[in-house]
């Protein structure tokens, strides 16, 4: 099913320094006295894409995509092996919204986010709750070390054995039996740029095989681009090694600061990147969210779940 609303071009854009040698690309498009929503993708490391414009109605929203450091647009890119990842973490990315939103000059705004940008919406969200209206959260996760070992530590790997397996006898001798992704994010930071080609294969391998059913063993399209591909993979495998620098669990002890927020949580039923047990714990801790689960669907925007989201999206857009 295609996406409710038309694509609409961005009416505004621009670059925002927001420390440590770091420009935001942002771009607005819709109303420009509409409701406003900003955009929080995934990856971490993906970069927004135009179609995440096509979930607003164009009179009733303004929305603000932008990319999060070191990916899309934003400079410096994680694709030159030289840019320095060490003041790209969850705490830096919150306080580039909260940035980006002083300097749009926006009072407060309903926060979408899918997948790992579902983590770094509640994170926004907790850090400045009096700052969001609404929360739309699809492809839930919730930041817990217990998330990070199912996806990227050999949790899902009863799913997808033949794919892990690969993944991991891909590792050199000398990294085998240490933590996977710190491992590859270990040979993603090789001087040698055959050794960083290989891991990027490998890792985007993996990637695209858990968004669906049944498994994938090619190459998901938006990692034919080898520089797209090595900076997603550097972003990610560093984000994971460190579990995002969150306690663990913090941000579901931490939903009472939600309590005023009124939010959707849309999650397949067969999403095996983030199962529905993510957005279950989140929705008991934070009773003020509904929980629409979408039968058949999996973690790729398509189909049912667009709509969900849509609808979702739809339901706040006078409020």
Not at 28 to 44: E, I, M, W
Not at 170 to 183: H, I, M, Q, S, Y
Not at 233 to 246: D, E, G, K, Q
Request: contains cysteine; hydrophobic residues 40%.
């Amino acid at each position: 099913m295609p996406p409710r609303y038309p694509q609409t071009e961005p009416d505004d854009s621009g670059m925002l320094g927001v420390g440590d040698g770091h420009r935001i690309y942002w771009e607005t498009s819709g109303a420009g006295d509409g409701k406003p929503a900003v955009v929080l993708h995934g990856g971490p490391g993906s970069g927004c894409i135009p179609e995440y414009r096509e979930f607003f109605a164009p009179n009733a929203f303004c929305a603000v995509l932008f990319d999060q450091r070191n990916c899309g647009r934003s400079a410096p890119h994680a694709s030159d092996p030289t840019a320095d990842l060490l003041t790209n973490t969850t705490h830096h990315l919150v306080a580039d919204i909260e940035r980006l939103r002083e300097h749009l000059g926006i009072d407060r705004w309903l926060v979408f986010g899918g997948s790992w940008g579902s983590t770094l919406a509640l994170a926004y969200a907790e850090a400045y709750p009096e700052r969001v209206t609404e929360m739309v959260l699809w492809g839930v996760t919730t930041g817990r070390q217990a998330e990070f070992d199912w996806l990227f530590r050999g949790g899902v790997a009863k799913l997808f054995p033949q794919q892990w397996d690969r993944l991991v006898e891909a590792l050199p001798d000398d990294l085998r039996g240490e933590d996977v992704p710190t491992a590859y994010s270990r040979l993603l930071e090789d001087a040698d740029p055959e050794i960083r080609r290989r891991a990027t294969h490998e890792w985007c391998l993996w990637e695209s095989a858990t968004p669906g059913w049944p498994p994938s063993d090619e190459m998901s399209p938006r990692f034919l681009d080898p520089e797209f591909a090595y900076a997603f993979a550097r972003i990610v495998t560093w984000y994971v090694s460190h579990n995002a620098w969150l306690e663990d669990g913090a941000l579901i002890r931490g939903a009472d600061a939600l309590a005023e927020i009124p939010g959707a949580l849309v999650n397949g039923r067969f999403d095996f990147q983030a199962p529905i047990e993510h957005a279950w714990t989140l929705k008991k801790a934070w009773p003020g969210a509904d929980l629409v689960i979408v039968e058949e669907a999996g973690h790729s925007m398509r189909g049912g779940l667009l709509e969900a989201i849509t609808d979702a999206v739809d339901r706040f857009a006078a409020a």
